[in-house]
């Protein structure tokens, strides 16, 4: 009787975890077609799946003109029928003070970089406090893996102080294997956006799909590692080549590929 009641408990937890456990990253872009407007009738236009998005917390930048806001998906639990929305989490890196203690980066991933991520970020929100005039960085809804963006408080690296002015964001914003999603197994792309958001620079060729970095702090580097897509299916694959890349945090647009 006894194991009989532990058995059952287990099945209803298991039940009760599966009911709740979150669907995969991403969201449909499959396009319906419709007819153009009166006078052009031998074409097509094509209209993305829309959803509904909710702000979540606003980040302090190093630069009091610009705050950001990150951007969520409106998710549904298929469990029970509620609607929820990611938040920020924070990568932190806990070994940044060292034997000298030149180093002091707060607990940020990298020093003068804070770096967020959530469940279904679908898009960052700059607002300029000079201007009040807020815009979007990305035109359309896109999978953020991380922003990177300047850090509230003073960092220092090697007893100097660090200041950045750019924004690097890991995102899949593409259906690049056309399966009609946007998510994790579409190409990973890494872009630098500078502090208004007017410019925005691929710091890895868009054939490539980044996987995982690394921070170099005698030179202020980060180096990225990145599969090529070298069937040209629009998707990563275990068995194609790893290049590594570097990025000189200082002036990110100053990068190559290292291996």
Not at 44 to 69: A, H, I, Q
Not at 216 to 243: C, S, T
């Amino acid at each position: 009787m006894y194991r009989f009641l532990l058995l059952f408990i287990a099945v209803l937890i298991t039940i009760s975890c599966s009911r709740n456990r979150l669907e995969p990253k991403g969201f449909s872009v499959k396009e319906e077609k419709r007819s153009l407007a009166e006078g052009n009738d031998n074409g097509l236009v094509k209209d993305s799946l829309k959803f509904e998005t909710r702000p979540s917390g606003v980040l302090l930048t190093g630069e009091k003109r610009y705050r950001l806001t990150t951007v969520y998906k409106v998710n549904v639990n298929k469990g029970n029928g509620r609607s929820f929305t990611g938040s920020n989490n924070y990568y932190q890196n806990y070994q940044e003070e060292g034997s000298n203690g030149s180093n002091h980066w707060h607990n940020h991933f990298m020093p003068g970089l804070e770096a967020v991520y959530g469940y279904n970020m679908v898009n960052i929100s700059l607002f300029d406090l000079d201007t009040k005039k807020q815009k979007l960085l990305f035109e359309k809804p896109v999978l953020i893996k991380t922003l990177y963006f300047p850090s509230f408080s003073s960092d220092t690296l090697n007893y100097k102080s660090i200041k950045r002015n750019y924004y690097l964001v890991s995102v899949y914003d593409e259906d690049t294997n056309g399966d009609g999603f946007i998510n994790e197994n579409d190409l990973r792309h890494l872009y630098c956006f500078n502090m208004d958001a007017t410019a925005k620079t691929p710091l890895l060729p868009l054939n490539y799909s980044a996987i995982s970095s690394e921070y170099d702090p005698a030179n202020d580097y980060m180096y990225v590692f990145a599969i090529l897509d070298e069937n040209n299916n629009g998707k990563p694959e275990d068995h194609e080549n790893v290049q590594i890349f570097w990025i000189d945090l200082k002036d990110p647009i100053q990068n190559g590929r290292q291996y």
